[in-house]
């Protein structure tokens, strides 16, 4: 099982970065503990989750992203295969995986759907798609729109160049 608390402590002091919205602090016996949304019903994933959403745009190694979703790496590169429309890490140029925030949070469905909900593999695949159809799941990320979005713009620019030159070179004839 996964220390929450620990995690974000990790998460919040590498970022060098304490949210307003999840403030921690020591009590008494020196135990970390979270003073917001403190209930007992409260479920790790979806603390961890609240942590994950004060950092949109950190990306996590897969080992990272295994302590987090709690499962083992090799889970992590299969759930990657299976539901690969989904989740896309990036790589580096040494072929390390990064997840994004989005990501992290799609394999923690994953692990809910599989194992607290005891969906089959092709049962949660089914149960994806039908949330992606009534829109309460994106098919493809904010960051992936934004990234395209870019690269179209860019794209956009050329041709008007190209269009622009190619006038020039038209008028001389």
């Known amino acids: 099982m996964v220390d929450v608390e620990a995690l974000a402590q990790n998460i919040l002091f590498e970022e060098n970065f304490l949210p307003e919205s999840y403030i921690i602090a020591e009590d008494v016996e020196g135990e970390l503990r979270s ?3 403190e209930t007992e019903d409260d479920d790790s994933d ?3 989750v609240a942590i994950l959403e004060n950092f949109p745009d950190k990306t996590y190694r897969i080992g990272e992203v295994a302590e987090l ?3 083992k790496v090799h889970v992590i590169r299969y759930w990657e295969s299976e539901f690969g429309s ?3 890490p990036q790589k580096t140029q040494g072929g390390q995986r990064l997840y994004t925030t989005r990501d992290v ?7 809910r759907l599989l194992y607290r909900e005891r969906y089959s593999l092709s049962g949660a ?3 994806i798609r039908e949330l992606s159809a009534t829109e309460e799941l994106p098919l493809v990320s904010k960051e992936v729109l934004v990234v395209l979005k870019e690269e179209l713009e860019e794209l956009s620019g050329d041709i008007s160049r190209a269009l622009e030159t190619l006038d ?3 008028r001389r004839f």
């Open 125 to 127: 695949k089914k149960k």
């Open 105 to 111: 949070e799609f394999l923690i469905d994953i692990k």
């Open 86 to 88: 989904h989740i896309r």
């Open 46 to 48: 979806e603390k961890i």
């Open 168 to 170: 020039g070179f038209c």
């Open 69 to 71: 979703v709690g499962v």
């Open 35 to 37: 003073h917001e949304n």
